[in-house]
């Protein structure tokens, strides 16, 4: 069956440290994954795209990683700080080919709260 | 970007009633998604609404339980239909950038007594 995972529920870290989040998936072949923040009460916002042909990608203090061989992704918030506190959702298209056509319908991690203490 | 708006924030609604939730975003998109949200749950995608077709659904979601309307190319309602306690949930509207980005409403939270 197909999943994707998102390997721990909560994450806490120091402040200044970096937090890494991992994604894995099954059974998928998508073209593309994506991480978004979701704070509490409020929707989902995007952060980062990453494409199969594409190894790393970078936004200030975020990075994201695409590993097609091992299914995995890896998320990491550089320099953290308290304000980076929410839950981060790994997100993928299942209708996504290598052709690059999606019908933009996402099937979502359940998500890493993370926690950065002061 | 997009900014998408929903209507109503929260609702508290009785067994057997129906809830209509209305999606408005700030530019013409061809497609709408709607995704809910249970309790300690992560999103789950119900239907894509296009305009000027029937709404299509995910599997588990029916069209007698969850009918969707898209009148024109902004705007967009799903309606929860004779409710139990198990749709209590945030309902999230989206859309989706050329480049793939998804732009989410802020949710409706609902629940079901």
């Known amino acids: 069956s197909q999943k994707i995972e998102q390997n721990s529920e909560a994450l806490n870290i120091q402040e200044g440290k970096t937090a890494t989040l991992t994604c894995n998936y099954t059974n998928y072949s998508p073209a593309y994954l994506q991480w978004y923040r979701q704070d509490p009460g409020r929707g989902p916002v995007f952060l980062l795209l990453i494409r199969e042909n594409e190894k790393e990608k970078r936004k200030e203090r975020l990075k994201v990683t695409f590993d097609t061989t091992l299914k995995q992704s890896l998320f990491h918030i550089t320099a953290s700080q308290p304000a980076d506190s929410a839950t981060y959702l790994c997100?993928?298209?299942?209708?996504?080919?290598?052709?690059?056509?999606?019908?933009?319908?996402?099937?979502f991690g359940q998500g890493t709260i993370l926690t950065v203490h002061p | 970007s997009a900014v998408i708006s929903q209507k109503p924030s929260r609702d508290i609604c009785q067994r057997g009633t129906s809830l209509t939730i209305q999606c408005q975003v700030d530019s013409q998109v061809t497609m709408m998604f709607w995704y809910r949200q249970q309790p300690g749950q992560s999103l789950t995608l119900i239907a894509t609404?296009?305009?000027?077709?029937?709404?299509?659904?995910e599997s588990g979601f029916v069209i007698d339980k969850f009918p969707i309307s898209r009148p024109n190319l902004t705007f967009s309602t799903l309606t929860v239909s004779n409710m139990s306690p198990e749709d209590s949930s945030i309902y999230l509207c989206s859309v989706c950038s050329s480049s793939y980005e998804q732009y989410f409403g802020p949710g409706t939270r609902l629940t079901v007594t």
């Open positions: 997100a993928l298209d299942p209708s996504s080919n290598a052709g690059g056509t999606s019908y933009g319908k996402l099937t």
């Open positions: 609404a296009n305009q000027g077709s029937e709404a299509t659904y």
